[in-house]
């Protein structure tokens, strides 16, 4: 069995493939794991032909997997980095390595979910957004805050905003909010939902024809309820993209 991991900056996701099946994936975060944590964890009770795995984790992060993975007997980890081509798509980026690998992955598995016109939105500790053809070419994307990014920044860059954020009651889901804590929060979030429609327009403008919406991440929930498009919640996304790359021919 292969063992696939997403390390995230704050949370690893995780799944087993099987005959290209995969187990439902498990999700947590990792700030107080130790070495014992990460292999309990990942490794419960099973044994890894493989691990593959993308990272946009500290490299002390990936070198606790390595160690890890090591320590059970499966080997060095294959961490998947972006490249001009693979699995039938093509790296949009001017310097394909530049490109993040979880957002490279993330293209991928929503490519070959459906290989349609895509505008793939991952909300995490930063949002981003790509685009991808049913040809397969990626056409490159964004990146901003995600959504507790933005609050804590707010927090932290105004003089009394955190003060009146703790003294206000509980969050009250409003476009047009009556306390600091649900228009901190209710701003961030509608900030972003709003960039996620005017992107979805700007390709749906490019290509002459809407793009399908799909989320992922952690926060895609906190950004998605916003929207007045149609989406679809595909939580596991960078790990179906894993799941490919792992079962590619070898070239």
């Known amino acids: 069995m292969i063992l696939l991991v997403d390390l995230g900056n704050t949370r690893v996701k995780w799944a087993w ?25 990942l490794f419960p009770g099973r044994t890894a032909s493989r691990v593959v795995a993308c990272s946009v ?27 001009r ?15 993040g690998a979880d957002r490279w992955v993330a293209v991928i598995g929503a490519f070959h979910d459906r290989p349609i016109d895509s505008c793939i939105v991952n909300v995490g500790t930063a949002m981003t ?48 909010a009556s306390d600091t804590r649900s228009a ?3 701003g961030c979030e509608l900030a972003l939902a709003a960039l996620v429609e005017r992107q979805c327009n700007a390709l749906a403008q490019r290509l002459g ?23 679809d919640h595909v939580p596991d996304l960078v790990l179906r993209g894993l799941a490919v790359i792992a079962t590619q021919p070898t070239p």
Do not use: C
Not at 29 to 38: F, R, T, V
Not at 85 to 99: I, S
């Open 57 to 83: 984790a500290p490299a002390t992060t990936m070198e606790t997997l390595r160690e890890a993975t090591r320590l059970e007997g499966a080997g060095a980890v294959e961490f998947i980095e972006a490249t």
């Open 129 to 176: 957004i790509d685009a991808v053809t049913a040809a397969g070419q990626h056409l490159g994307g964004l990146i901003v805050p995600g959504p507790d990014l933005m609050v804590g920044a707010l927090h932290r860059e105004t003089s009394d905003l955190a003060v009146r954020s703790a003294a206000s009651k509980a969050r009250a889901d409003a476009a047009f």
């Open 17 to 41: 493939l099987d005959s290209s099946t995969t187990v439902m994936q498990q999700a947590a975060p990792y700030a107080d794991w130790s070495l014992e944590d990460w292999r309990r964890q």
């Open 184 to 186: 901190i929060e209710n």
């Open 85 to 99: 081509r693979l699995a039938g798509v093509t790296n949009g980026y001017e310097n394909p390595a530049q490109l």
């Open 209 to 231: 024809r809407p793009p399908r919406l799909l989320f992922a991440g952690g926060a895609a929930h906190r950004v998605r309820s916003w929207l007045k498009v149609a989406s």
